[in-house]
């Protein structure tokens, strides 16, 4: 099974509000990966986890936490939401270096 | 073309026609990678070519990679209807992480 799967598929939230997403993979893959997707661009990488390990890109780095209680699971957290954060967001999870597997993604509507 | 912030590029074409979707990139990569998206989907890996190979087949796909130019490309061959997509290309930076390019949105029509 290379299912990896987000909750909620689709999140309104209010401006200043916080939102946590969830991601989760059963194949015991290492590294697990945040993504934003605004349309027409491309996915835009926010941070990945290897095993325990939080790298957060840097341009992103004070918007968005994320935390991964055991190696299945991974969230996304924006402490207050704004407008600019509207997207998609998709999880993906890899234990080879190059290809990762990507969940069905979560659209994010902030109001 | 498509690479960094740039938008999707469109593509519509009849089924059955070729196609080859191009993209650049600016940082050093040993390995260049393929996605396609369908929609309400997240994107999933085509093909991998790596610096040492300058093509790459996979079914109907072919992926080219030239890092002299620092470009990359994937054709499909006798398209079908069900290859309407988004297909991104992305390389692979140092560890873990890969950068998307722009992506091309494809449209073949029945």
């Known amino acids: 099974d290379t299912t990896v799967k987000q909750n909620p598929r689709y999140k309104l939230a209010r401006v200043g509000k916080p939102v946590n997403l969830i991601c989760s993979q059963t194949?015991?893959?290492?590294?697990m990966y945040w993504y934003q997707k605004k349309p027409n661009q491309a996915p835009k990488l926010l941070l990945f986890y290897y095993d325990k390990i939080l790298n957060r890109e840097a341009d992103t780095f004070e918007k968005f936490q994320s935390s991964r209680p055991n190696n299945s699971f991974c969230s996304l957290y924006i402490g207050s939401a704004g407008l600019e954060y509207s997207a998609m967001y998709l999880c993906a999870s890899s234990s080879i270096p190059y290809e990762q597997y990507f969940g069905p993604g979560t659209r994010l509507t902030v109001l | 073309s498509q690479w960094g912030e740039e938008n999707l590029q469109a593509l519509s074409i009849q089924e059955g026609e070729d196609v080859t979707m191009n993209c650049s990139y600016k940082t050093y990569t040993t390995v260049v990678q393929w996605y396609r998206q369908k929609s309400g989907k997240g994107p999933a890996q085509l093909i991998l070519i790596r610096s040492n190979e300058r093509e790459k087949r996979s079914g109907r796909l072919r992926a080219t990679l030239d890092t002299s130019s620092q470009s990359s490309s994937l054709s499909i061959t006798g398209t079908l209807a069900t290859d309407t997509a988004v297909y991104f290309c992305?390389?692979?930076?140092?560890?873990?992480?890969?950068?998307f390019g722009g992506g091309t949105r494809l449209t073949v029509r029945p």
């Open positions: 194949m015991n893959h290492d590294t």
């Open positions: 992305a390389a692979h930076n140092a560890g873990a992480k890969l950068t």
